[in-house]
């Protein structure tokens, strides 16, 4: 069973979840495997130890004692900025992405904020595929990132219970 929590993103787990995302991706944009320098200057370029506290927040998806999915998001100004979102292969198309985010969004309700948004890249298509059926909309750029092609956002509903 795949449960899923807040994790501090020194935990060896998240390190781990964290890693196989940046290799996932990195390998995605080389074109073939990232070497292990690529992908921990890849880490530093793309930092994540802001994802706790008041500054953010990182789920990791664990089945068992493996992590399986990560998902961040960082406050900032008011916003929410989504950040490393992503499932093994081996667990792909079993609901935990879609899991993952509605913790986010959980979390960004819980200090009232109300917009999501995020940038990727049009490569990583099983994570826009999410993104769409998840109800975030393509925007127009709100930042120069240079490795992104593609800008969501998604206005977040208050829950019932927030009401």
């Not at 996932?24 to 370029?45: H, K, N, Q």
């Not at 879609?98 to 917009?115: F, K, M, N, P």
Request: proline share 5%; charged share 30%.
């Amino acid at each position: 069973m795949v449960t899923i929590a807040s994790a501090n993103p020194h935990d060896p787990l998240a390190d781990r979840i964290v890693r196989a995302y940046m290799v996932d991706v990195a390998s995605r944009w080389y074109g073939r495997p990232a070497t292990a320098g690529e992908v921990d200057r890849a880490l530093r370029d793309e930092p994540y130890d802001d994802l706790q506290g008041t500054s953010g927040v990182l789920f990791v998806a664990v089945d068992g004692d493996e992590p399986v999915g990560c998902a961040g998001v960082r406050f900032v100004d008011g916003v929410a900025e989504l950040t490393k979102v992503f499932t093994l292969p081996a667990h792909r198309g079993r609901g935990v992405g879609s899991r993952l985010l509605c913790e986010v969004e959980g979390a960004c309700r819980a200090r009232s904020i109300g917009t999501l948004r995020l940038d990727t890249r049009a490569a990583l298509a099983e994570a826009c595929s999410l993104y769409e059926r998840s109800g975030f909309e393509r925007v127009e750029p709100f930042n120069d990132e240079p490795y992104s092609d593609r800008w969501y956002c998604k206005t977040l509903v208050a829950s019932a219970g927030d009401r």
